[in-house]
C-alpha cells in the first residue's frame, strides 16, 4: 500500500484521522509537525508564519520517512502548497487525502483546542497559502473522524478491509451489527446520510474501535471497503427501501458478490430479485431475521434462502451470531432457493401472529373477574410448565408493568399494526390451499382493531361473567395449549406445502429446530415439534398428537361456550375449534355445495359410486324463484 499523506490547514483533523487510520490499517503513523525543527516551532508559537526556506529541510526528511516506508505508513502534513507536495513525493506515489473545510469551522476548533503550540491568528495565513490540489480523496473535514478514517483506510487499501458489510443501522440493523462485532467479526456499516440521519453511523461509532468496525454514510466507500467476494446484509424495510438499496447498490458490485436481505421482505419479492441479480452473477439471499431487538443482540434465528452456492460462506459467518439450540447447534439454516427463507420468516410471523392473538383471547375471557395481578400469576404459572414460551413469558413482563401511576397496558390505544407478514402468510395460505386458519383470524382480529369507531359506538357490557377457579383455569388451560397446538400444526402443512410446490429443500424438523431459540415462538412446544416433525411432516397425523386434541376437545367447546356467555370474541380459540372438528368429519357437508355448484354453474362433481368420474346432474328447479 502506498504511503497515504493527509493533508489540510492547521485544526482540520489530520492528526486525529490519520492516528484512525493507522490503527485500521495496522500502518505506522507520523505527525509531520514532530519533524519541525526546535527554531521552526519557536517560530509558530511566537505567533511568525513559517516560509518556504524555513519549511525546506523539513519536507526534505519527510520525504526521506515516506521513501522508507514505501510498504504503508501514514503521514498528518499540511502540505499546503504544490511545491511542499512535490518535494514529498519525489520518487514515490503517494495517496493523498485532502480534507476541506471552512474557515469558520476550524478557527471554532482552533480556539477550543489548548494543547498545540499553533496560534489560532495563524489560520488566515494557513487558507491564503492553501494551493488546493486537484488530485488525491478530497473529503468534507467537518465529518466526524471515524467516518473519514473509514473512507480513507477503504479507499487506500485495494484488498478491502472487512469480511462483513451490513446496511441499515435501525433497530435490527444495529443490533446484529453489535453481536457481529462481538464475535469478533471484521465489520463495515452503512447508513444512508440525510440532515435527519447525519449522525446515524457516527453514534454508532462511538463506542466501537475501528479495528472492528469501519462506519460509512457513502455507499461507495462502504462497497470498498469490503474483501472480495464481499457479503452484505441489508437491514432495511420491506418493498421500496430495499429496492432502492438494491438499485443503488448493484453498479459497485462484481461477480461473485452476495446480497442478503434479512428484512421481512415479501418472498415472491424475493425469488424475483434473485433472478434480476443472477443475471449480474451477483447472488441475492433472502434471510428471515427473528427474535426482535434482543435477539439480534444475543443471538437471532436465521432463516435463511437464495443462491445455494453462495450459502456455504454466508452460513459460516452467521452461524457465529446465532442463537444456538439446546444440542450446541446454531439456529440457522439454508432452507432452499429463491424466496425459502423469506417464506419461512413469513410463515413464522403468520404463526407469532396467531399465537399472539390467542394470548390476547385469553386475556380478554380473564380481564372482566380477574386483576392484572392475577392473570400475570396465572401465565407465569404456565409459563413453568410445558407452556413455557417467549411470547407468554414477554406478557407476564407487560401485565406487570405498572409505574405506580397505572399499568402501561391500560395506556395503550387498543388498535393493532402490522407491517405485511400477516397478511402474506394468510395470502399465501389461501394461494397454497392450505387451511391456515388461525393465522388468518389473527390477521383479522388485528383488522377489526382498527375499527374503533364503530367498535366503541357499538359496546354492549359484558354481564353473564365466567367463574373462574381451579378447574375453570385448567380447562382454559387445555383449552390454551389445543389452540398452540392446532398452530403449529398449520403452520408447518402450509411450509411443507410451499416446499413441494416451490421444490425448496427445507426439512421441516430443521425448521422446528431453528426455531427453538433466538425466535419470537420459541417454546417447549416448538421442540416437541422438532422431534414429531422428523417422524412424519404430517403432524395431525401423528397419534399421539391427535389423542392429546381429542382430550383437550371438551375444554375447547366450553371456552368457546364462555365465550359466547360473556360476549368475549374468541376467533383464534374458535377457529382452532372449528378446523378441529372440520377435520374430524368424515361426512362433511362440501357436498352440498358441489351440488349447488352444479345447479348453477354445472361444475360436475365426483359421485361416491364412482369417484374417478366427474358428473352432472340436470337438477330440477321445483321451488324458490
Ligand atoms: N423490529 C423487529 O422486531 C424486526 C424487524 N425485521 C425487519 O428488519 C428490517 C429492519 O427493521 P428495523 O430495524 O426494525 O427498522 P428501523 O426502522 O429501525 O430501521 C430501518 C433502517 O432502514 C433504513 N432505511 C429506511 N429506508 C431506507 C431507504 N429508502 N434507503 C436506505 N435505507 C433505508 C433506515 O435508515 P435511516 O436511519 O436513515 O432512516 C434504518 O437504518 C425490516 O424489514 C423489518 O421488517 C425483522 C425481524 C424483526
Ligand atoms: O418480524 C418481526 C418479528 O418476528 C417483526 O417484529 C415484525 O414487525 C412483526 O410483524 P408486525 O409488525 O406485522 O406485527
Known sequence: MHPIVIMGVSGCGKTTVGQLV???????????????????????????????????????????????????????CSALKEDYRQILSAGITLNWIILHTEFEVIAERLNIRQDHFFDPSLL?????????????????????????????????????????????????????????????????VYNRFSTDEAMVVPNFLKDQSLSQVLGFNQLESFVRSLRTPRK?????????????????????????????????????????????????????????????????????????GGDAGSAPGILKILAQIAAIDKAGAPCISFLGEGGAGHFVKMVHNGMEYAEMQLLAEVFDLLRPSLSYVEIEALFTKWNSGDSQSYLLGITSDILRTNSGNGYE??????????????????????????PATLLSSAVYARAISTFQDSRRSAEVSKQDLVKWDEETLEQLHSAYSFVRLINHIQGFQLINEACEQFQWTADLSEIARIWTEGCIIKSKLMEACQGWLAETSELVSNPRIRQELSNWEPDVAQCCQWGLQQRTPLSVINGAFNWWLAMNQ????????????????????FRTDDPQRKVSFKWERTNGH
Not at 509537525?33 to 518556504?52: C, I, R, V, W
Not at 478491509?161 to 444495529?174: E, K
Open 22 to 76: 493507522s490503527r485500521i490499517l495496522s500502518i505506522p503513523f507520523f505527525d509531520a509537525d514532530d519533524f519541525h525543527p526546535e527554531a521552526n516551532k519557536q517560530k509558530m508559537a511566537s505567533g511568525t508564519p513559517l516560509n518556504d526556506q524555513d519549511r525546506a529541510p523539513w519536507l526534505e526528511d519527510l520525504s526521506d520517512l515516506l521513501a522508507k516506508n514505501k510498504g504503508g505508513m501514514v503521514l498528518a
Open 409 to 434: 397496558l391500560d395506556r395503550i390505544v387498543d388498535v393493532a399494526g402490522s407491517k405485511g407478514t400477516g397478511t402474506w402468510s394468510a395470502a399465501a395460505a389461501l394461494e397454497l390451499g392450505i
Open 232 to 304: 452484505i446484509l441489508i437491514m432495511v424495510p420491506a418493498g421500496k427501501a430495499i429496492d432502492s438499496v438494491l438499485e443503488a447498490i448493484t453498479p459497485l458490485l462484481q461477480p461473485g458478490d452476495a446480497l442478503i436481505d434479512g428484512g421481512n421482505a415479501h418472498y415472491k419479492e424475493t425469488s424475483r430479485r434473485a433472478q434480476l441479480m443472477q443475471g449480474k452473477s451477483i447472488a441475492w439471499m433472502g434471510c428471515g431475521v427473528s427474535g426482535g431487538r434482543e435477539g439480534a443482540r444475543k443471538g437471532p434465528s436465521l432463516m435463511l
Open 124 to 188: 488566515q495565513s494557513q487558507f491564503d497559502t492553501l494551493e488546493s490540489p486537484d488530485y488525491g480523496l478530497q473529503l468534507d473535514a467537518s465529518q466526524d473522524p471515524k467516518i473519514l478514517a473509514s473512507q480513507v483506510a477503504a479507499a487506500c487499501n485495494h484488498m478491502g478491509i472487512s469480511d462483513f458489510g451490513l446496511i441499515g443501522l435501525g433497530v435490527m440493523g444495529s443490533n446484529l451489527a453489535l453481536n457481529l462485532i462481538d464475535q469478533g467479526i471484521q465489520l463495515s
Open 586 to 605: 368424515a361426512d362433511s357437508p362440501a357436498k352440498l355445495i358441489q351440488a349447488q355448484r352444479d345447479y348453477f354453474g354445472q361444475h360436475g362433481y
